[in-house]
């Protein structure tokens, strides 16, 4: 029997530093559409809300115009490069599969996600991250993705757990907002790519800098919770 206690589980710039590999295949994207290759360090700024709109940011950077056929052309090429790339210099935090493993002992732990579904999966497989999740959910996985929170009540409807029993965890204010919207606690994590905003003042009812801490953290905001 599984545990009704819940934790999502974002993953790039939460379990995995995923930006080498989108920017490298991002910028494959680009030259073959004959535009010039954009920073890692830009990137990490632009990840969490997914591909479609990475792509947006990008060229709005680039073009300051909307183009929808320019946008499709790059994005279907960007899809086809990262699907070749997605697990090439890209690297699991530290302390991530230790954690996940002591979690997992007393947690549903679900990967909640706005990554495609097919490169989603294809990551956690080669990570060795999959098996720990009961439940896995893309941004195309539902009719809308984070802030969306229609991946958390599909959670509670599936899983028959209640919100005060659920935790989201992840790096950027768009998990902040996915648990604000779906009024469940969220932890924020500060080494990803969200380093210039202040993830507490956004909502956040904890911030670490330190995966390992999630545990203490999640029991902490539970125990909180049910005293409430």
Excluded at 121 to 138: D, Q
Aim: hydrophobic fraction near 40%; glycine fraction near 6%; charged fraction near 25%.
């Amino acid at each position: 029997m599984h545990p009704k206690k819940t934790i999502l589980f974002d993953l790039d710039g939460t379990l995995l530093d995923s930006a080498p590999d989108i920017t490298l295949a991002l910028n494959k994207a680009l030259m073959k559409n004959q535009l010039n290759p954009i920073d890692e360090s830009i990137v990490r700024n632009l990840i969490g809300n997914g591909s479609a709109e990475l792509i947006a940011r990008v060229l709005n950077r680039k073009t300051k115009k909307a183009d929808h056929l320019l946008h499709k052309k790059i994005h279907d090429d960007f899809l086809i490069a990262y699907k070749k790339l997605s697990y090439f210099f890209s690297k699991l935090y530290p302390d991530v599969q230790e954690t996940l493993g002591i979690l997992y002992q007393s947690f549903s732990l679900v990967c909640l996600t706005n990554k495609p579904s097919p490169i989603t999966h294809l990551v956690l497989n080669l990570t060795g991250l999959a098996s720990w999740f009961r439940l896995i959910i893309s941004g195309d996985t539902l009719l809308q993705m984070k802030p969306s929170p229609v991946g958390v009540n599909f959670c509670i409807k599936n899983f028959e757990c209640k919100r005060e029993d659920m935790v989201i965890v992840g790096d950027s204010t768009v998990d902040i907002k996915t648990a604000a919207a779906a009024g469940v606690k969220a932890i924020g994590v500060t080494y990803g790519y969200s380093h210039n905003i202040d993830l507490a003042a956004e909502g956040a009812d904890a911030t670490t800098d330190k995966i390992k801490e999630i545990p203490r953290l999640v029991k902490k905001l539970l125990s909180e919770t049910k005293d409430n």
